[in-house]
């Protein structure tokens, strides 16, 4: 891959993967603008773990996705944006499903239409395996279906065929990449492994939802090299790729697995509180790679309980920035 990269602006730059993202193109990028949702603290999320030094490399721009006027000004300049703002806690989105589809869909064509606007050289756009719901098939192939359990999830569907709309329709190089669970070091208690992990460091019992739902987990130095290769691959505009690693495990096998290399006496609990609607819950999501493998020459090089170690050492490290005894949503 080359470290070429024009000037760079990445959305949602303070959350969980967008994180390791700036890090990633910090070396790589001629400039790096990173999109961060405003709040009266000035704080930019998840940027805050980085180095100070790091950080002050990196334009940080504050806005929100819902306004155009802030995120046609944060566009300028940038000839590559990798699209990765939304608001994403499935939970969440039960409760206040008109903010996140404001933010998902009404932010995407934001940034759409800045950068349609602003004419520029590739738009990576983030979709997710929720879209595909519960799998019809597997392996889940990206003609699978669309299935909107969620409102969240049907905030991305609408969001993803906006970005195909402006592909057909004004030629704007969009790429769409669809990663499934990913997980690493500083992702929110709000996902599962983490929400694992913290419990079995800190408690006597790892309380979880649904228990029998199989997930595709990928690790995030692993999606972020999926998002490296697909800003610079030539000739992936209208594509829509699936970042996943083609392997599945339970949610109950997960834990066991996390709570054995944790090595604390820790029990398992299935918690009411945590299911999800019957008709909501995803129960099975595995990827097919091939096309990212095709496209990308993109496959994940980190085995299951390696990244697991590697994020449950982080965490062991930061616990004091999770609530353990908490329900994150």
């Not at 995030?220 to 290769?229: I, K, Q, S």
């Not at 594509?239 to 290399?261: F, M, V």
Request: hydrophobic share 40%; charged share 20%.
């Amino acid at each position: 891959m080359s470290n070429n990269l024009p000037a760079t602006l990445v959305t949602g730059a303070g959350g969980f993967i967008a994180s390791h993202l700036i890090e990633a193109l910090l070396p790589r990028a001629a400039a790096l603008r990173a999109f961060v949702h405003y709040n009266s603290r000035g704080d930019p999320g998840l940027l805050n773990l980085l180095p100070t030094a790091t950080r002050r490399e990196i334009d940080i721009v504050a806005g929100d996705l819902r306004d155009l006027e802030a995120v046609d000004k944060a566009v300028q300049g940038c000839e590559l944006v990798l699209h990765l703002g939304a608001l994403i806690s499935i939970p969440y989105s039960y409760r206040h499903p008109v903010e996140v589809v404001e933010t998902n869909v009404s932010g995407s064509l934001n940034v759409l239409l800045a950068a349609r606007r602003a004419n520029v050289t590739r738009l990576v756009h983030t979709s997710t395996s929720e879209v595909y719901g519960t799998a019809q098939r597997v392996p889940i192939d990206e003609d699978h279906p669309l299935q909107g359990q969620s409102p969240y999830s049907a905030s991305k569907i609408a969001a993803d065929k906006l970005a195909e709309s402006f592909y057909r329709s004004y030629d704007l190089p969009v790429v769409t990449l669809r990663p499934f669970n990913t997980y690493g070091p500083r992702q929110s208690a709000r996902a599962v492994i983490p929400t694992i992990i913290a419990q079995a460091l800190t408690q006597p019992e790892v309380r979880l939802g649904n228990l029998a739902a199989r997930r595709d987990l990928t690790y995030v130095e692993d999606t972020v090299d999926g998002f490296l290769r697909a800003a610079q691959q030539p000739g992936l505009e209208g594509q829509t790729i699936n970042l996943g690693s083609g392997s599945e495990i339970t949610i109950a096998d997960l834990a066991k697995d996390i709570i054995a290399l944790i090595g604390n006496s820790v029990e398992l609990v299935e918690d009411a509180s945590r299911l999800r609607p019957e008709k909501s819950e995803v129960e099975r999501l595995l990827a097919d790679n091939s096309r990212a493998q095709k496209l990308l020459g993109w496959r994940p090089v980190t085995p299951l309980k390696r990244g697991l170690q590697q994020t449950i050492d982080w965490m062991a490290e930061n616990i004091d920035l999770y609530q353990p005894e908490r329900y994150q949503i």
